[in-house]
Nanobody, 131 residues
Framework: HVQLVESGGDSVQAGGSLRLSCVVSGSTSSTYSMAWFRKPPGKEREAVAGFDSDGSATQAKSVKGRFTVSADKAKNTLYLEMNSLKAEDTGMYYC??????????????????????????WGQGTQVTVS
């Protein structure tokens, strides 16, 4: 079993910055995919950024150029650096995790990172409010 704990959410003004963290623990794998999703108030959950254990990374078009996803393997932590925040970035942000066979592609390279059903493990979320 894998546990994910997000942190770093806060209330900020438009144009501000935040860095979200997701600490992974438990029965992890050396080959894995992770992603950040968010659920804006009154809207459906949407993918924000994805990261594979080989370093492949991507972001949704709506955040490209403003958000950056990265990982510190030594700390078992995934980050989401968010700059130039807008009101529409408001929402609950969730971290997701899935592992895959070394013979397979991660979700970023396979193009499936933006599908929630690709991930088996989820954190409880951290709230981001931009006003």
């Amino acid at each position: 079993h894998v546990q994910l704990v997000e942190s770093g959410g806060d209330s900020v003004q438009a144009g501000g910055s935040l860095r979200l963290s997701c600490v992974v623990s438990g029965s992890t794998s050396s080959t894995y995919s992770m992603a950040w999703f968010r659920k804006p108030p009154g809207k459906e959950r949407e993918a924000v950024a994805g990261f594979d254990s080989d370093g492949s990374a991507t972001q949704a078009k709506s955040v490209k150029g403003r958000f950056t996803v990265s990982a510190d393997k030594a700390k078992n932590t995934l980050y989401l650096e968010m700059n130039s925040l807008k009101a529409e970035d408001t929402g609950m942000y969730y971290c997701a995790y899935d592992f895959f066979s070394p013979l397979s592609l991660g979700h970023v390279r396979a193009g499936t990172w933006d599908q929630a059903r690709s991930f088996d493990y989820w954190g409880q979320g951290t709230q981001v409010t931009v006003s």
